[in-house]
């Protein structure tokens, strides 16, 4: 259990330094909509989906972010193949449903902002395109440790494949 909670601190740590990099890039984007960015005077598709698999593009600086759907809530997601687990804010796990009692903040995470708390939840169902997986492992964070929702490998790994060719990340079930 240690273990777990070493690699999720270590996870959380760079994810944290990565977050303010993202907000600070997407406020001098104009958002039309949840799929698509307008960038000089065109808009590109973010996200395409066929079925079982889901294909993503990567933004300016590199990163894939998607709508998803947790517990059947809609979230705005940024896959992170780095992080071991998914990682969600108090906020946004309280919507989901998770309540005072499950949610049991006795991990201590080092983050760029500092130390924190995080509670180990299981997620039902997690959900891109056509691409549903169950039973998804996930960590909890305070909302002052973590401003949005991260996809790690709790949920790529129950994938058949994803892979990542020519700027866009490709999701297979």
């Known amino acids: 259990m240690l273990v777990r909670t070493v690699i999720f601190a270590s996870v959380a740590a760079v994810l944290a330094t990565q977050i303010p990099t993202l907000v600070g890039k997407r406020s001098s984007e104009t958002v039309t909509s949840a799929n698509f960015v307008t960038g000089a005077a065109e808009e590109l598709p973010a996200a395409t989906a066929n079925g079982g698999t889901m294909r993503l593009q990567a933004d300016a600086q590199g990163h894939y972010s998607g709508d998803f759907r947790i517990n ?40 760029a902002n500092g130390t924190t708390k995080a509670a180990h939840v299981m997620l039902d169902r ?21 401003s949005s929702t991260l996809v790690g490998m709790s949920f790529l790994k129950k994938l058949a494949s994803y892979s990542v060719a020519d700027g866009s990340l490709s999701l297979k079930q």
């Open 72 to 111: 059947g809530r809609q979230v705005q997601g940024l896959i992170d193949t780095g992080a071991t687990y998914v990682a969600l804010n108090e906020s946004f796990a309280r919507r989901l449903g998770f309540t005072g009692n499950q949610l049991d903040f006795r991990y201590s995470v080092n983050t």
């Open 126 to 146: 997690v959900e891109i395109g056509g691409i549903r997986v169950r039973d998804v492992e996930a960590f909890v964070l305070k909302d002052e440790a973590l």
